[in-house]
């Protein structure tokens, strides 16, 4: 597979450079292009793409409003939306008539930087990050705008939950979460975010598939700090909710349910555990790292009612140090029927993944229904 800091190459940078020379005659690109390419396949993906906001900042126009006009004038047309509000894939011609794509997280922080320096440059940099998120994303650099000017961003954020532009409106839920992975985070808004709740709850039954799904992961981050406010969120909002506002209740709750947080389960209906007894059996006692393993669990009701379950699985990973943490992955939702025995199967995977390194040892797995750890079985991984 393709490194991902690959997304990020001297192709990106000689077509990056192009378009700025055609927005703005006198733009130096091949400083531009020198400063950025040097040593870039020897940098990681980030390290990149703050390269080349290096490369912008010594090469766009010292005043910052021209600096914009030119950025602006360089870009490809918005990303064009499916039918369900999803951004659909960046084309060629797109790519051919401006700069689009993982350029555009260089162009952002370059934006970042520069504009936070005072109100007015802050207003004129929102309006940049406003064009360039319908291309790719701002979701990054608009924190910067938050944390140095939280009342003219909130303000600004508040006018653009009603953008025509899907882009926008998924802005302004992103760069709003209080724990964006790999983004600033916005202490603030972790220890109070009460100031974005107006702007979630204007967006969550936002006709765009790719807005809601940004206010779910968002009430997923405030979950992290503030459990009880998003079971009440959920509780109140699901009173009525159309299917498309509980999927997104469902998916801001994953958190919540995986942890077996009573007032969220109660808001779903599942404050119960199981009534009746449940088993875990593995497909071998050994697995080798890049490989599988699969897991079977037994259900057998004692109820003379149907139950709602969530059945989840914990994996206690090893970790270097020898002890273990767990990792809750998501399994199944299911009615389970008065009397009814059910046997569930999945296959795990146990490919290596970015965030996590897998080690040798003793991995146990335990089954969560409804939050409770009711069964557990162990296996040894080997490298």
């Known amino acids: 597979m393709e490194p991902f800091k690959n997304l990020i190459n001297r192709d990106t940078v000689a077509t990056t450079g192009r378009h700025l020379r055609r927005a703005w005659p006198r733009f130096d690109q091949k400083r531009f292009e020198a400063q950025a390419a040097t040593g870039l396949e020897n940098l990681e993906f980030k390290a990149r793409a703050m390269q080349l906001a290096d490369a912008l900042e010594a090469t766009l126009p010292d005043d910052f409003n021209a600096a914009c006009e030119t950025l602006e004038a360089s870009l490809a047309p918005p990303l064009a939306l499916d039918a369900q509000g999803e951004p659909m894939k960046l084309g060629e011609a797109q790519a051919d008539s401006g700069i689009a794509g993982w350029a555009l997280w260089a162009a952002g922080e370059f934006v970042a930087r520069r504009g936070v320096r005072d109100a007015v440059h802050a207003q004129r940099g929102l309006a940049c990050l406003h064009a360039v998120t319908q291309r790719f994303t701002a979701e990054f650099a608009i924190r910067a705008f938050i944390q140095r000017h939280p009342g003219l961003s909130l303000d600004t954020l508040g006018q653009w939950q009603n953008d025509p532009s899907a882009h926008v409106r998924r802005l302004v839920s992103e760069g709003s979460r209080p724990r964006l992975p790999w983004g600033l985070r916005l202490q603030a808004l972790v220890a109070d975010p009460s100031p974005t709740l107006p702007l979630l709850r204007a967006l969550q039954d936002d006709p765009s598939s790719y807005v809601r799904r940004s206010v779910a992961n968002h009430l997923n981050d405030i979950a992290k700090d503030h459990p009880d406010l998003v079971a009440a969120w959920v509780r109140e909002h699901l009173v009525g909710a159309p299917d498309a506002r509980s999927a997104l209740l469902r998916h801001a709750s994953r958190s919540l349910i995986k942890a077996g947080h009573a007032p969220t389960l109660a808001a779903w209906g599942l404050a119960s555990g199981l009534q009746g ?6 497909s071998a006692k050994r697995a080798a790292v890049g490989g599988e393993i699969g897991l079977r669990v037994q ?24 002890g273990s943490s767990p990792k809750v992955f998501k399994g199944w939702k299911l009615t389970l029927g008065a009397s009814e025995a ?13 965030t996590r390194t897998l080690y040798p040892g003793t991995h146990r797995i335990e089954v969560l229904v409804n939050g409770v750890a009711l069964a557990e079985a162990a296996f040894k991984l080997e490298a």
């Open 299 to 322: 259900l057998q009701s004692s109820a003379r009612q149907p139950q709602q379950l969530v059945v989840d699985y914990a994996v206690h990973h090893v970790r270097a140090n020898g």
């Open 342 to 354: 059910r046997t569930l199967d999945k296959r795990h995977s146990l490919k290596p993944v970015t």
């Open 277 to 282: 007894q449940a088993a875990l059996t593995l």
